[in-house]
């Protein structure tokens, strides 16, 4: 993944569980029994994924992010 932008990542999956294989994410949802549900559904090897919650942050009126 090249020139990643964590602040935009945030905004599409703050609050939400991700699942990434090789870098990319293939799945996500609002908790991780959906997700399971869902990677199930797509026959990954669970053995080639890594899953994880995106904390979500309130954006903040007025700051700059460089």
Same mark, same amino acid.
């Given at each position: 993944?090249?020139?990643?932008?964590?602040?935009?990542?945030?905004?599409?999956?703050?609050?939400?569980?991700?699942?990434?294989? @090789?870098?990319? /994410? #293939?799945?996500?949802? $609002?908790?991780?029994?959906?997700? !399971?549900?869902?990677?199930?559904?797509?026959?990954?090897?669970? @053995?080639?994924? /890594? #899953?994880?919650?995106? $904390?979500?942050?309130?954006?903040? !009126?007025?700051?700059?992010?460089?």
């Amino acid at each position: 993944m090249t020139d990643f932008d964590y602040v935009q990542f945030q905004r599409q999956y703050g609050g939400r569980y991700i699942a990434r294989r @090789d870098g990319e /994410i #293939i799945a996500s949802a $609002e908790t991780y029994d959906a997700l !399971s549900d869902r990677l199930d559904g797509m026959a990954v090897a669970w @053995d080639k994924i /890594i #899953i994880e919650y995106i $904390e979500y942050i309130e954006p903040v !009126s007025g700051v700059r992010v460089y």
